[in-house]
């Protein structure tokens, strides 16, 4: 039985971890669940699976019995196999470094954990003797193709990308697309930030900086391309020219199983049918329109404490525009402004990265306030 502690169990990869644990409940159990927001969402995943701890960041509960509430943190990673970390932004990143110091595996689905804190996450990592597995799509295909070894040769990679919802509209057309245009992903199944994200592309600039510290990939060999169809996961090319790619239906399930049960596979329900599908698509990856992805992989280059500060930014422009408070461009400028108002500072602490998320923030909130008002 692998004892699983999920972190962010009411989010979109927490509810579908909770479908994987359903399917086999001989070989998974939730040891601890933890989430952000109190509510009845919560207390069901509770009732349902008795986990013998919890922890709620915001908001009370009223624990079943057999279910303790935990005061901190470190506690959840007691008793467990593997941390699956899938809660939302930077708030991630301190469940990622606790459960690597507790030395259990972890199964990753936070970006920000690896984009924000990629140096303090490999030293904890190093320290605790914790292994990392991750959940994401892209870095799972990767992972896959190159055969469960974070460590093997390769000469590049290629992040695969659906484009979003709005790959063929123009420039002029962007400047007017609303929240409710951005949350309509052609084939994954997501939260709302990072739905937005995938719609601004930021979300693959991300993938660039989560592959340069989970592969050690240099910056000029990870490539993005366009695949509207979401089949072929992502690819990995070898000096030899050959390259080897991940294929399956767009089911975050399937690479949650795999993270969970790592290096087993389990079975699955619905196996790819080629005939059906006819044919893939793969169109260049379109920079110049969509802005976010180079600011992301530019941060990422520079490191430090400016992947944080992009992070910072992102997070409430992406919340200002989901309130119809800045345009689609904005979230972009956004990010930008922060950028150049913050120089790099090595990342040589958790809290040096929480004082500069704090005040990243702060500047955002500055900015959407000007761009906004124009
Ligand atoms: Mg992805």
Redesign the pocket.
């Known amino acids: 039985m692998v004892r699983i502690a999920l972190i962010g169990c009411t989010g979109s990869i927490g509810v579908q971890t909770a479908d994987v644990v359903r399917r086999y409940p001989d070989r998974f159990c939730f040891s601890s669940l933890a989430c952000g927001h109190a509510g009845e969402a919560f207390s069901s995943l509770l009732h349902e699976f008795a986990p013998r701890r919890a922890l709620c960041a915001h908001g009370t509960f009223t624990p079943p019995a057999g279910t303790r509430a935990v005061g901190q943190a470190q506690e959840l990673f007691e008793d467990c196999d593997v941390a699956l970390i899938a809660a939302g932004g930077f708030a991630g990143l301190n469940y990622t470094l606790l459960a690597a110091a507790a030395g259990v595996r972890i199964a990753l689905a936070n970006k920000e954990s690896l984009v924000c804190g990629g140096e303090l996450v490999a030293r904890a990592l190093k320290k605790g003797g914790s292994e990392l597995v991750p959940v ?4 799972s295909a990767i992972f896959q193709c190159l055969s469960f070894r974070r460590d093997a040769p390769f000469e590049r990679l290629v992040l695969t990308a659906s484009g979003g919802p709005f790959l063929h509209y123009t420039e002029e057309e962007l400047r007017h697309v609303k929240a409710a245009d951005a949350l309509k992903h052609p084939t ?1 199944n997501m939260g709302a930030k990072i739905t937005v994200d995938s719609a601004t592309l930021l ?1 693959k600039g991300y ?1 660039v900086i989560e592959a340069n510290r989970l592969y050690g990939a240099p910056f000029d060999k990870i490539e993005a391309v366009v695949h509207p169809e979401s089949i072929v996961h992502s690819l990995v090319y070898f000096a030899d020219g050959a390259a080897l790619a991940q294929l399956g239906y767009p089911d975050m399930r399937v690479p949650i199983q795999l993270a969970l049960a790592y290096p087993e596979r389990l079975p699955c329900e619905a196996p790819l049918d080629l005939p059906s599908l006819g044919k893939l698509t793969f169109l260049p990856f379109p920079k110049q329109k969509f802005p976010c992805f180079s600011l992301a992989v530019e941060a990422g280059r520079a490191g430090g404490t400016l992947p944080t500060v992009l992070n910072a930014a992102a997070e409430e422009a992406v919340r200002a525009f989901l309130a119809d408070r800045i345009t689609f461009p904005a979230i972009a400028q956004t990010i930008e402004g922060a950028l150049s108002a913050f120089p790099r500072e090595e990342a040589d602490t958790f809290e040096h990265l929480a004082e500069t998320d704090a005040r990243a923030r702060a500047c955002a909130h500055t900015l959407i306030y000007g761009i906004s008002a124009s």
């Open positions: 994401d799509s892209e870095h994954w979300n993938e």
